[in-house]
């Protein structure tokens, strides 16, 4: 624990910025089972992240790289982690452009093939997801989160407005395409964006 | 699932915002042992939640009122979820001032008497968070992020800058209490913000 002013600090808040094209995220995995710790490390190792940066900490996962790259990578390791009797819950954090994020902890891959798609392309289970898009530093913010919410329902995915959340609902591949599209607008639109999503499999509540 | 545009529905981006003083928090409790199902409905049911509206659906928990009876009511739940030997996590999105939100699903009790206080004050267990602040519709956000972090640094709770989140470590009630602090800074400076946390108890990596 520090006491030094944040100024003094190696900090993300310090203005530098990246200048390559990083998207980023970061996740965490919540199987609720007594087999959490084995769930979690298999489900990761079995993630190919040869195209994109990569580290796990007590706290969480983080991918960094190529857009197409994380969310391939995000995606594979959610797929993974599910098993059919298991509840679970993802909780990622999506984002790309802080002012404050710098060009260190990256790999920007040259092309566009996926490593982890033809493998999980098979598997399919309905998630529920908790979903909410930040765009950051704009008077009108309103208008692309209403453009990104119209973007959910032209794909069938999304379910319902509610407080704090837009829920989202569909097939695992059908809701990180829509991430994908969605960070996909941002990056053209937006300059430094938070995608917040909450993920849920095999929930027994009705 | 719906085919509508979102400007057919009730949804949260139609501009009419709350008239009264009411802040919110969703959140997911995922507890990750086999008894997740009895952790969590019984931390939601020891809650005192006389002096806020709430409601829990699939997804999550939602507590909407006055601040400090919100922040009690959720760090209540945590605790009372708490259990020594399970490793637990809580998603948590609190937030005020939505242009989209209503004066519906609340309740602002006129007393600052908090409900749950007494009963949790001799609980203490170390909490790790991954942390973020979002000040929405403002250019100069990042001077609000870096108050706030060193809000955190000035409250012992400040662990480490990380890529896309501020790392928080303290005990269970510094925790909150910043989250409280937090929140009182943005209700006098921030017209619509989000507190992004998720809290992470008893994990076994070391």
Known sequence: MSNKKLEDLDCPWCGRGASLDITGCRFVLCPMSGRYIDIILDAVKQVDTRKIWHTTDKLSTIYR????HVTDAVKA????????????????????GC????????????????????????????????????????????????HIANLAIER?????????ATVLQGDVHDIFDYFDEVMKYAEQNISHYILEATLSVNSPTK
């Open 65 to 68: 790289g190529k857009r197409i």
């Open 156 to 164: 069938g995915v999304y379910l319902e407005s509610s407080h704090y």
């Open 99 to 146: 002012p404050g994020d710098t060009d260190a902890d990256s790999f920007l891959s040259e092309d566009n093939v996926l490593m982890n798609q033809a493998r999980i392309a098979d598997k399919h289970f309905p998630v529920l997801c908790k979903f909410a898009f930040y765009p950051m530093g704009m008077d009108d913010y309103i208008r692309h989160i209403a």
């Open 77 to 96: 390791c959610f797929v993974n982690a599910y098993q059919q009797d298991v509840h679970m819950v993802m909780e990622a954090t999506f984002s790309k």
